[in-house]
């Protein structure tokens, strides 16, 4: 498997951009509305000042100050006692709108800030509304408080705010002619702010958010990047210790394959060669014993009786020899060329090998204990006649003195395979000698006591292996060996053929 392209790089930095640009702009917005409240909360605030010094001003009825060129008497203000000489000097009466006007004017638009009085019903044309006053005193009337608003005013952002202004009773020595009642809606006292002025005063604010954001940025984009790295390198890494285990696994499979190949071919070269020695001794061996013979026909009156004793052993010999070459060449031939493999009765087969052990048989006075119905196995039927046969004929063989042979034939299936088992109640094997049987010539017997050449477990062995099992012996108490081997079903198919099966 390979590790995803630079996708993942891309993917995470975009995300993270996304992320950040995402709560850069909800944080600017949030700036945003905290300069809106700033310059509301200023507005607010001028506007209290002026209506507490208003309701001053109103409370004295209007207060007198010198008339100068810049506060001339109130042109609207309409007193008897509106202008007053003291000691030679003139007073002039102002009214509160009089006195916030000249505030307003004083003031300029100091730090951004202006402010005006309006009416819906202005005693002075100079306070009517404009448009936005006009409706912000509209809305007063339906009830509410203040206005607030941010518009684009005079070609400037700005913020708007709009106080109401009550009557009070000390309104009413000047305003109930108009017919005014206490508590309602005389006007209002506009308050204007220069929004980018106010939300200037947050730019360091705003350059800080956005620094930290930048910085926060690449400090994610470069952890990512980082990690991304540390993780393609053991990726890297991983699948290079991948490669190279998979480059050793075949190097040593190829190894094994050779080593397995060079034992089989050296195994199937002796078995040719054991095969082509004993066909070749079989003749000069038949002369042995046919001159033996001959010598023992013609010459045998006239020879002693030691000369008689040792052509006897000569000819036991030869004909010992004979059958031992027997057994190897069938034992030669079990092993070479694949056995033909095909659905057998195993009933058949047993029927056959018991045939060729009725001498046996009659002679031991032994009993073979078979169930009702055999299996069908996968074999070739002559070897497997040959392989019971061989266990059968060694059960009848090797039996004790004291009883009667009795051999008992069962058969299980097993992990899919059947497994056949031959039972003796015999003279048993020991159990140093459970491998050491099945080899080659190997006799646990002395030829005198019981005769044999010593192959025929070999044989067996051979065959069940030749067919993909596996054959072995247990003691079977009380007495006796119990010789198991497994077969395949003939329907199963599941047999492994081995070339050269090793166990
Ligand atoms: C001494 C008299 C006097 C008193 C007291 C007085 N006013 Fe006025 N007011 C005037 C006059 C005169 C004007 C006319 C315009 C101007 O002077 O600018 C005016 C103007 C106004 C205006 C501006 C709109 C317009 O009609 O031009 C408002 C709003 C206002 N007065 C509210 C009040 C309130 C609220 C009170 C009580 C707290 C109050 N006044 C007390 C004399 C008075």
């Not at 705010?161 to 009070?168: C, D, I, K, M, N």
């Not at 952890?223 to 190279?244: H, M």
């Not at 027997?326 to 090998?353: F, I, K, M």
Request: a neutral charge; aromatic letters at 8%; hydrophobic letters at 40%.
């Amino acid at each position: 498997m390979r590790f995803p392209g630079y996708v993942l790089e891309l993917g995470s930095l975009t995300l993270w951009a996304g992320l950040v640009a995402a709560s850069l702009w909800h944080n600017l917005a949030l700036l945003d509305v905290q300069g809106r409240e700033v310059a509301f909360a200023r507005a607010r605030m001028l506007f209290s000042i002026l209506e507490t010094t208003r309701l001053w001003n109103a409370y004295h009825g209007g207060v007198y100050a010198p008339v100068t060129e810049k506060s001339p008497p109130n042109e609207w203000l309409v007193d008897p006692q509106r202008d007053v000489v003291i000691n030679g000097r003139a007073y002039t009466k102002i009214n509160p709108a009089y006195m916030t006007r000249q505030v307003s004017e004083l003031m300029g638009s100091q730090g951004g800030l202006s402010f005006r009085l309006t009416s819906l019903k202005p005693i002075r044309p100079g306070n009517a509304p404009d448009p936005w006053e006009e409706q912000a005193l509209q809305n007063f009337e339906r009830g509410e408080k203040e206005v607030l608003d941010r518009v684009e005013m005079g070609g400037t952002d700005s913020f708007r705010y709009l106080g109401r202004l009550l009557v009070e009773d000390a309104c009413l020595q000047c305003h109930a002619n108009q017919g005014y009642h206490v508590g309602e809606v005389r006007g209002g006292i506009s308050v204007t702010i220069d929004a980018v002025q106010v939300l200037a005063e947050i730019n360091p604010q705003k350059q800080q958010t956005i620094v930290l954001h930048a910085f926060g940025y690449l400090l994610l984009a470069g952890a990512t990047l980082a990690f991304l790295t540390w993780l393609r390198a053991g990726w890297r890494q991983l699948a290079q210790a991948k490669t190279e285990q998979e480059a050793m696994v075949a190097a040593r499979t190829a190894e094994l394959r050779r080593a397995v190949d060079d034992l089989a071919r050296s195994n199937a070269e002796l078995e040719t060669f054991a095969y082509a020695a004993s066909h070749d001794l079989q003749e000069p061996l038949r002369m042995i014993g046919s001159y033996a013979q001959l010598v023992d026909k013609r010459y045998g009156p006239t020879l002693d009786a030691d000369g008689r004793e040792f052509l006897g052993y000569m000819t036991d010999g030869a004909q010992r020899m004979k059958r031992m070459i027997d057994d190897l060449l069938t034992y030669s031939r079990v092993s070479r060329g694949e056995p033909a493999l095909q659905p057998t009765e195993l009933d058949v087969v047993l029927d056959a090998a018991l045939a060729n052990l009725t001498a046996a048989l009659t002679e031991s006075g032994g009993q073979i204990i078979r169930p009702a119905r055999l299996p069908v196995v996968l074999g070739e039927a002559p070897m497997l006649v040959r392989l019971l046969q061989n266990l059968l004929g060694n059960a009848l063989k090797y039996r004790a003195a004291d009883r009667a042979p009795r051999v008992t034939i069962e058969v299980v299936a097993q992990e899919g395979r059947w497994l056949v088992s031959v039972a003796d109640n015999g003279i048993g094997i020991p159990q140093a000698a459970h491998e050491r049987v099945f080899h080659i010539f190997q006799r646990l017997h002395s030829h005198a006591s019981v005769p044999g050449t010593g192959v025929g477990l070999a044989i067996a062995k051979k065959i069940v292996e030749r067919h993909g099992g596996r054959l072995w012996v247990e003691d079977n108490h009380p007495h006796g060996a119990v010789f198991r081997f497994t077969l395949a079903d003939a329907g199963s198919g599941d047999v492994s053929m081995p070339q050269q099966q090793s166990r």
